[in-house]
């Protein structure tokens, strides 16, 4: 089964509102990676977060890592329609090399 | 843009016929990513190569065949193909092989088999 999961599969809200996806994974990791993927299109890397670190920001994103729990969840800020997307974790084992093990993603649309 | 291109972006294809993906990296970065991105399914890794070295095979099946002539490019030939093969391809470079490298991905290519 896989690594990654998201919840929810899907989401829709307006602008100006928060938008919160979540990760859950099975095994041990080194980091977990959010990444962002507009339809058709290639995916763009938003932040990385260690496992010995808790929260992460960068701009209207917020990242929090519960390793206990074996959890991840990203948070957009006062949403904006160009952030309709689909929203990927993925997570980096504790062994050398950079593959990454992806989950199927949460799709997010924003609109004005 | 990433620095990372990929053609073509749509290629249509017969069963019998004999096409090449092709991805170049504009960023000094040593190693390069093949992935398989199907509907409703998790992005699947096929390939790795660092240094023109193939570090990883993920199982694929042989009628695809990888190729890295060098740290820029890669190419993914495809040959007697099945319509589940049907996805969009992603190419992905990272600088190293590090734990914690950032993968830059190109823009892919939609791959339908007839």
């Known amino acids: 089964s896989q690594q990654g999961e998201e919840d929810p599969q899907a989401l829709s809200i307006q602008e100006g509102e928060n938008a919160t996806m979540n990760c859950s994974y099975k095994?041990?990791?080194?980091?977990l990676q959010w990444y962002r993927q507009n339809s058709g299109r290639g995916l763009v890397h938003l932040i990385l977060?260690?496992?010995?670190?808790r929260e992460k920001h960068s701009g209207r994103l917020r990242v929090t890592l519960d390793t206990s729990k074996k959890s991840s969840s990203l948070l957009i800020t006062a949403s904006r329609a160009a952030d309709t997307a689909s929203y990927f974790c993925?997570?980096?084992?504790?062994?050398?090399?950079?593959?990454?093990?992806f989950g199927k993603g949460t799709t997010l649309s924003v609109s004005s | 843009e990433t620095g990372v291109t990929q053609t073509p972006r749509h290629l249509v294809m017969g069963m019998t016929n004999k096409k090449s993906l092709k991805c170049e990296q504009h960023?000094?970065?040593?190693?390069m990513y093949w992935y398989k991105q199907s509907a409703k399914k998790p992005l699947e890794l096929m390939f790795v190569?660092?240094?023109?070295?193939?570090?990883e095979n993920n199982s694929v099946p042989s009628r695809f065949s990888p190729e890295c002539p060098n740290s820029s490019h890669l190419f993914l030939h495809l040959h007697t193909l099945q319509p589940e093969d049907s996805a969009l391809y992603l190419c992905?470079?990272?600088?190293?092989?590090?734990?914690?490298?950032?993968?830059?991905f190109g823009p892919g290519t939609r791959l339908t088999v007839l």
């Open positions: 992905a470079s990272t600088q190293g092989t590090g734990i914690t490298d950032t993968q830059y």
């Open positions: 095994t041990s990791i080194n980091n």
């Open positions: 977060i260690r496992s010995n670190e």
């Open positions: 993925a997570t980096v084992l504790n062994q050398a090399g950079t593959a990454l093990i």
């Open positions: 960023l000094g970065h040593n190693a």
């Open positions: 190569y660092n240094f023109k070295e193939q570090t």
